[in-house]
């Protein structure tokens, strides 16, 4: 923006330049064209394994305990998988800018300018039409297993109003600062600080709050909503595996939001219906 | 040389204000003095095993007087937003031995009302499921009649024991018979005995809507040395 | 100055100009006010309103829900004496005032605003100038910013000792809600605050900006809110996150006052330095410099000041509710009582994500206007990277929502907010491709604000790809409420917003103190916080995953040995943080002194003397070529045109 010219008006587009396809091939010529792609390739390769280590995360505590959860576990190796290419491209390039291309540090700056790319039609469309396109795998990824999801939890559909879904256990979940209590209505209002799921059975939560905003997150079931106080929230979840797994407040809810815990205790049909039993509730239905 | 110094001294200096403040905010914390369960003997678990036997006393009061000084607390704010409040006394950081059987007598001298969830007027994690209540064996009270609740609840620890307990205390009937200090004569006293295991850490805190704001559940609700407190099972 | 009925003229820059009739004598009162008269003010008038109202309130007084009211009234007298008080002794209202009565600002007082022979005094004063206000902003952000780090390194502490607790929830909880909101405060003030007021008008080649006055009122409406937010802590704290939501916020205790009020105040402070920003640029930008002739950081501060005009508004109007529902017992939020919670989450996320935007795009911008500097090339696609500011600008007020997937309030709504938050990241990819283009090919210079822009690349790239989990709902139900978000807009925020922050004042430290800001030192600074952040946050992505909840202070067991190698990391930040911050200091007292020119740029700003003059140019510039015109012709684009020449000769030849 100074007042004195360093490059003169860009050389008029000789009317006979190569073609464009003969023009990426002498591109893929230039050394550090190679070279850059290969980095993208090798640092791709490199965190490729985050894929898996993302869900070995997840999984530490028994995870996926669901449909839901599996679903969400396959979102995110999807998602990882399909960012890696791109993230590894822009980190070749930084770390080709700094190894790659010349580097000066002293007090001056470099002696000769860079070439004065000012843009470059092909790699600008390349990247919109790339991040366009991968923009709108994810929004259709997640549309689709939002309804997937959606039907598996059976949304805001009232739980008894499902069709063909007759034994269906109901939970009422109530947070309230800062303990879960869990009613099992059909079971004599019986309630419980623990919940108890009984295994391949959908069961549907009604969830709602007594005071402030919770929020009902059963970890390895994958099943998250909020608790709301003067609202209920309803979700639903299928659980098919064995096991003791976490229920969590996810929710800030004041001085004991941490401790506001309980555990998931998912049993064998019989070994639920006895525990109702042993608790009291009748089957009433 | 010299900037390196200043270097030096800059984080130095940093270190030095994050350690004071949070010294100086942990000394603040406004957790009172533990209160130890002794051991006083022993005891026959349902199973018929001999157990150790532990005892605790808690007084419940609507609020502070001469003759019951406030929780201490070195947090100079409390002192005035939770005056006239309730609290449990004579302290609420409790600690318990482990595989033991602990008594634990209340003394409740507040007034009370309906409780949010009926789920909290039951006796929960007792030995028997019952509590003693002014002489009776007891499993439930009345969901309008409560005036606090002791409930000990998880700790987020999946390698301790799950522990659930909670303890309804009656409501004094607004024409108790009061002394000077406007306590009740006669204070609902309540006993419970249950069984620890494996030593753990564990927090308890009141579900009866007894403070300030919002649902009542602000002030002493919300602040350890009042309506809240930790619970620890230790090996002896 | 006196005041003749001859009219008045006054050499400017060689010619005699006819000056305005003033009305009323210089100086006054106006002339005696600084930072101690306000501070003065203000704790006097916050002691005299405090004391009034413990007299004038019943002891007894309580709510309907056995609040004992005095203290909120208390607290609530000393935040607004205090307020007043300060502005006052400051002496904001001293140009109104001389307005209403008659008297208004004469030249040569307006001269004494702007802080004219007034050496380093008028750093504290209510100056006008806005390079004074540039620094007095880039202070006071610091000031902030260190304040939150303070709790951020209390924070990590409590959570490194897991088999302790070193404070209690309900501190632990006040801590977390001061470190948030001070920190969000910190960072939309640490860019557009000092570089905005500092640089933009200089860049544009404008004498100051639109609104001198504005600019100051701004600065110290900032400044008075700062004490508000730090005494909550001593009024039982801020225990409900940075976000507040209700009803949690309405069991509060008084300190809520102080984050409410805070809110309020800086509310307008943004909105007049919006204003002021967005005026600047509109009409003060030097002759002949057309949109496309205007530098990026320019479209970014912009771009930053439109999205805080339309967002801070929301925020205002929820915490004004909450106030009302706090001292006069409305029920706006109050679910019990007819109000709703999902209005609050709603107006506070239609702040909440534009707001991550006002961070991060001055952020981007101040990447990719230094970028070409040290890369000596053009900035790569110019029109992309405008482009990609107004696609984010116009996205920005249509994702909130994503923040309330999990609330069960239209759980139809999330499949457009979905649809817009992924969207979201074509424009900001845009930027990502703006910075990777002008690194392509370039020869750096690896000064240290070049080197920082790595670092901001590096961390904008994470923290992008951790977004697109949280954006789609499938996932964001196993990572919403849990450390995952956390280490995410960390990533954001701190990584790329604070990363670009530093590497803005690295560059243009020569130009805001006539000195560099020490290599080594600040390189050394620099590079320790950035390893530090990538243990910290990164152990974080581990904890949030393996389904660790956000704001619990005691957690499982499986989640300990992230927790501790979080905290490790986190002392390698603070240690980073401050070995920077002592280049700062050491290098703006006594710092290699810099030419007025010294990173060889040319843009308007580095055309002028350092240190700037009163009014930064002798005569103001006229733009003629576009920004950024560094480099030299393509050596391969030049090998491909010769072919061609060589091809038309020979076809000529045949
Ligand atoms: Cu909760
Ligand atoms: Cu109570």
Redesign the pocket.
């Known amino acids: 923006m100074s007042t004195e010219t360093l490059i003169p008006e860009e050389p008029e587009a000789p009317t006979n330049r190569p073609p464009s396809m003969r023009r990426v091939k002498l591109w893929l010529q230039r050394p550090y064209a190679r070279k850059i792609l290969i980095l993208n390739v090798v640092i791709g390769f490199l965190l490729l394994p985050l894929a898996w280590l993302l869900l070995a995360g997840m999984n530490q505590t028994g995870a996926p305990a669901s449909e839901i959860m599996k679903d969400i576990e396959q979102t995110v190796f999807v998602f990882t998988i399909v960012s890696i290419p791109i993230t590894a491209f822009v980190f070749a390039v930084l770390v080709y800018s700094l190894l790659g291309w010349r580097h000066v540090s002293g007090d001056e700056p470099p002696m000769q300018d860079s070439p004065a790319i000012r843009t470059n039609t092909i790699g600008v469309i390349l990247w919109t039409v790339a991040s366009t396109l991968l923009a709108m795998f994810l929004v259709v990824w997640g549309l689709v297993e939002l309804a997937q999801i959606t039907a598996n939890s059976f949304g805001s559909i009232a739980a008894n109003e499902q069709p063909g879904q007759k034994s269906a256990e109901i939970i009422n979940v109530t947070?309230?600062?800062?303990v879960?209590t869990f009613e099992y209505p059909e079971h004599n209002g019986l309630t419980s600080d623990v919940l108890y799921l009984p295994l391949d059975r959908p069961v549907y939560f009604n969830v709602t709050?007594k005071d402030?905003?919770?929020?009902f997150w059963a970890v390895e079931l994958g099943v998250k909503v909020d608790?709301n106080p003067g609202a209920i929230t309803q979700t639903g979840v299928t659980a098919n595996k064995l096991g003791t797994f976490n229920v969590r407040?996810?929710?800030?809810?004041?001085m004991?939001?941490a401790f506001?815990q309980t555990q998931i205790q998912v049993l064998e049909q019989d070994a639920f219906d006895s525990w109702v039993r042993e608790s009291g509730g009748k089957k009433t239905s | 040389m010299k900037k390196f110094l200043v270097t030096f001294l800059t984080v130095l200096l940093g270190g030095a204000i994050v350690a004071g403040v949070g010294v100086f905010n942990a000394v603040q914390g406004e957790a009172p003095p533990v209160l130890v369960a002794n051991v006083v003997g022993t005891k026959t678990a349902p199973s018929g095993e001999e157990m150790p036997h532990a005892e605790l006393y808690l007084d419940v009061y609507p609020n502070s007087s001469s003759q019951v000084p406030q929780p201490e607390t070195k947090s100079p704010i409390n002192n005035v937003l939770l005056a006239g409040q309730p609290f449990y006394h004579p302290s609420t950081s409790l600690q318990v031995p482990s595989n033991s059987l602990v008594t634990i007598h209340f003394r409740q001298y507040d007034s009370g009302g309906t409780i949010y969830n009926p789920y909290f007027a039951k006796v929960h994690g007792t030995v028997d499921g019952k509590m003693k209540w002014n002489g009776k064996e007891v499993s439930e009270i009345k969901p309008d009649e409560v005036g606090h609740t002791f409930t000990v609840h998880q700790y987020p620890e999946s390698t301790q024991p799950y522990f659930f307990m909670s303890i309804p205390l009656p409501m004094n009937p607004a024409n108790a018979k009061t002394d000077k200090m406007g306590y009740p004569v006669d204070p609902q006293i309540i006993s419970v005995t249950f069984m620890t295991g494996e030593a753990g850490s564990y927090v308890w805190n009141c579900e009866f809507p007894c403070g300030d704001l919002y649902q009542e559940f602000g002030g002493p609700m919300q602040t350890r040395g009042w309506m809240a407190g930790t619970f620890d099972v230790v090996d002896v | 100055m006196s005041v003749d009925a001859a009219v008045e003229t006054k050499t400017v820059f060689g010619s005699e100009v006819p000056q305005p009739p003033q009305h009323g004598a210089a100086g006054g009162v106006m002339r005696r006010l600084n930072f101690g008269t306000g501070l003065v003010g203000g704790i006097g008038l916050a002691t005299i309103a405090g004391w009034i109202t413990a007299i004038i309130t019943p002891s007894s007084a309580s709510s309907d829900t056995f609040a004992p009211m005095e203290p909120t009234y208390v607290y609530l007298a000393v935040l607004l004496g205090w307020f007043i008080g300060f502005m006052l002794g400051m002496g904001a209202f001293v140009g109104p005032l001389r307005w209403v009565v008659g008297r208004d600002i004469t030249h040569s007082d307006a001269e004494y605003m702007a802080g004219k022979d007034l050496g380093r005094k008028r750093y504290w004063k209510y100056t006008t100038d806005h390079k004074v206000v540039g620094i007095q902003y880039l202070i006071v952000a610091m000031l902030v910013l260190g304040f939150a780090g303070l709790l951020a390194m209390l924070i990590r502490t409590e959570l490194g000792m897991t088999w302790t607790s070193l404070f209690t929830p309900s501190f632990y909880n006040s801590m977390i809600g001061t470190h948030g909101i001070a920190m969000i405060i910190g960072m939309i003030v640490i860019i557009s605050g000092p570089l905005g007021n500092f640089i933009v008008p200089m860049m544009i080649g404008a004498r100051d900006m639109a609104f001198p006055r504005l600019n100051a009122l701004s600065l110290w409406l900032f400044v008075s809110a700062v004490p508000m937010l730090v005494s909550s802590m001593f009024m039982g704290g801020i225990q409900d996150g940075w976000s507040v939501y209700y009803p949690l916020a309405a069991q509060a205790p008084p300190g809520m006052l102080g984050y409410q009020l805070t809110i309020i105040v800086f509310a307008v402070s943004t909105a007049v330095a919006s204003v002021n920003l967005m005026t600047t640029i509109l009409t003060m930008r030097a002759k002949g410099m057309t949109w496309s002739r205007t530098p990026i950081f320019v479209y970014g501060i912009f771009a930053a000041s439109v999205m805080g005009l339309y967002a801070f508004p929301f925020f205002q109007y929820a915490q004004i509710l909450g106030l009302s529902d706090r001292v006069f017992n409305t029920s706006f939020f109050d679910p019990l009582n007819g109000g709703s919670v999902w209005l609050y989450e709603n107006l506070f996320w239609l702040l909440g994500h534009p707001e991550v935007y006002v961070i991060l795009i001055p952020s981007m911008a101040v990447a990719l206007e230094l970028m070409p500097v040290f890369l000596r090339k053009p900035l790569f696609s110019f029109n992309f990277a405008v482009a990609g500011i107004v696609g984010v600008v116009a996205l920005s007020g249509l994702v909130w929502a994503h923040h309330m997937y999990m609330t069960g309030w239209a759980p139809a709504a999330n499949y457009p907010f979905m649809l817009s938050t992924e969207l979201i990241s074509i424009p900001v990819g845009f930027l990502v491709l703006v910075a990777i283009g002008t690194f392509w090919r370039g020869t750096a210079w690896t000064r240290l604000p070049l080197m920082a822009v790595y670092a901001v690349v590096f961390n904008k790239m994470i923290g992008g790809v951790t977004g697109v989990y949280l954006s789609d709902v499938p996932a964001d139900q196993y990572f919403h409420g849990s450390m995952f978000v956390v280490a995410h807009f960390h990533y954001m925020l701190m990584g790329a917003g604070l990363f670009g922050a530093m590497a803005g004042i690295a560059f243009f430290f020569p130009k805001m103190t006539g000195r560099f800001l020490d290599e080594r030192i600040g390189s050394i600074g620099l590079w320790t916080a950035f390893i530090g952040f990538q243990i910290t946050f990164m152990s974080m992505f581990v904890a949030g995953l393996q389904g660790q909840p956000r704001r619990v202070l005691n957690f499982d067991d499986q989640f300990n040995l992230s927790n501790w190698i979080s905290t490790i990391g986190a002392y390698v930040i603070g240690i980073g943080m401050l070995i920077f911050l002592s280049a700062i200091i050491t290098s703006w007292r006594s710092g290699v002194l810099a030419s007025s020119n010294p990173w060889g740029s040319k843009s308007l700003e580095w055309q002028t003397a350092t240190p700037v003059p009163l009014e930064n140019f002798p005569v103001l510039p006229v733009v003629t070529e576009r920004p950024y015109d560094y480099g030299v012709p393509d050596p391969y684009e030049a090998e491909l045109d010769s072919t061609d020449q060589d091809l038309m000769e020979k076809a000529g030849t045949k």
């Open positions: 947070g309230q600062q800062w879960w709050s402030v905003i919770h929020n608790a407040c996810a929710e800030l809810c004041g004991h939001h506001m």
